[in-house]
């Protein structure tokens, strides 16, 4: 009889070891497929604050450089782009016109990269921005009509919260990040 307790305890503390190593291997294989996955897993730095994927309501003041780091969970070489559109859902839609042509505002801005506008200067690992003192709606018009006559554009204020969208575009997975800001 005890030679049988003892080959049952010996058997339970085997099952027991099995157990707690699946359980470890378990652990283990969680913490790779959260933070490894294969996976870049691309973040943009503004600050100390890490942003992944969407953030609202930036504030930029204007005259002031804005530095922005991008990186990797993982510690993998970075590649990215970066972009600065208008975000036209936040103005009100209207006509102008640019050398007597009509034009709508929604339909020839919504795409339209007004980086530069920004002084968005990128280098391997960072990109700096910074806000145009005279940020007016009709500075960014004739920022994509340069050397144009642009008209009957109304006076809004592009200083209101989310009127500009920053994507930065992770090179590899093609992940995107969004900043609405100003």
């Known amino acids: ?14 099952g027991l070891l099995v157990l ?14 959260y933070i490894g996955n294969g996976q870049r897993n691309f ?3 503004y600050g100390n604050e890490v942003i992944t994927g969407e953030k609202k309501d930036v504030e930029f003041e204007k005259d002031n450089v804005y530095v922005f780091t991008c990186g990797t969970l993982t510690g993998q070489t970075v590649s990215f782009d970066v972009r600065i559109t208008l975000n036209v859902k936040n103005v009100e839609n209207f006509d102008f016109s640019v050398d007597d042509n009509r ?8 795409e339209y990269d007004c980086s530069k506008l920004f002084n968005l200067v990128k280098s391997e690992t960072c ?40 994507t930065v575009t992770d090179g590899v997975e093609k992940a995107k990040t969004q900043i609405y800001f100003c």
Request: hydrophobic share 45%; charged share 20%; no cysteine.
């Open 1 to 14: 009889m005890e030679k049988s307790s003892k080959a049952i305890s010996v058997f339970v503390r085997v």
């Open 20 to 33: 707690l190593l699946v359980l470890l291997l378990g652990a283990v294989g969680m913490a790779y497929s």
């Open 43 to 45: 973040y943009v730095q």
């Open 103 to 110: 034009k709508n505002f929604k339909s020839d801005l919504a």
């Open 127 to 166: 990109f700096y921005l910074s806000v145009p003192f005279d940020l007016t709606l009709q500075a960014v018009i004739q920022s994509k009509y340069p050397d144009k006559t642009i008209t009957d554009v109304p006076n809004t204020d592009m200083q209101k919260e989310n009127s500009f969208i920053l």
